[in-house]
């Protein structure tokens, strides 16, 4: 029971995770006429979406489908069923949520989703974003990776790879693309500032080694 109620609870957090997403889009285009590209105009991204959709789907609903029974296909069976493990996985899962609602306020009317090459967004590089460059895609990363070790099933293991993946590429596309249209002060920014993880780095003097 103890465990089906931490698969319970981290179903519920990612469900709120994404209907946030949902009604931020939503509001986005209530307020400007686009969805904060929700569904990218440029190809890559909407070809983007057609995978990640489905990612999203078992990631919210496969939660709910190892609290409700043990199932017969061995795709959805966890290798192992632990409260110890998944109680904290869960904490994980809300901190990060948490953490995420703060960036998403943070970027306010700037929050974006996708690419959209014909706009000029506001470069933020404060809060959050001063420790690494994609706060929320390093959460969302920390989210599929708790959620993997509570319910190691080999659809999630699968799902939750791709996502990694592709949380990568898309973060090296966005930046390609803020270098496009920011130049030299994004570039600088990535210079001293990492992709995921809030570790200092060294920049180098002119002149030394």
Not at 124 to 137: K, N, S
Request: net charge positive; glycine share 4%; proline share 8%.
């Amino acid at each position: 029971m103890a465990y089906r109620l931490a698969a319970v609870s981290i179903g519920l957090i990612i469900g709120a995770y994404w209907a946030r997403v949902a009604r931020m889009a939503r509001k986005a285009r209530r307020n400007t006429g686009r969805a904060a590209n929700f569904l990218p105009p440029e190809p890559i991204g909407r070809f983007l979406r057609l995978i990640w959709i489905p990612i999203v789907v078992i990631w919210i609903v496969h939660p709910f489908l190892t609290a409700a029974a043990r199932p017969n296909w061995t795709i959805l069976r966890p290798l192992y069923r632990r409260a110890s493990i998944a109680w904290p996985m869960a904490a994980i899962v809300l901190a990060c949520f948490l953490a995420t609602r703060a960036c998403w306020k943070f970027m306010g009317k700037s929050w974006r989703m996708g690419i959209d090459p014909s706009e000029k967004t506001t470069l933020i590089l404060d809060g959050p974003w001063a420790r690494v460059r994609h706060p929320i895609y390093a959460l969302s990363q920390a989210m599929m990776l708790a959620t993997i070790i509570a319910i190691p099933s080999p659809l999630l293991i699968a799902a939750g790879l791709l996502h990694l993946t592709l949380l990568q590429w898309e973060a090296r596309r966005e930046e390609a693309h803020l270098k496009a249209v920011h130049g030299q002060p994004y570039v600088d920014y990535c210079a001293r500032v990492r992709r995921f993880l809030p570790l200092s780095r060294r920049i180098a003097k002119p002149g030394s080694p």
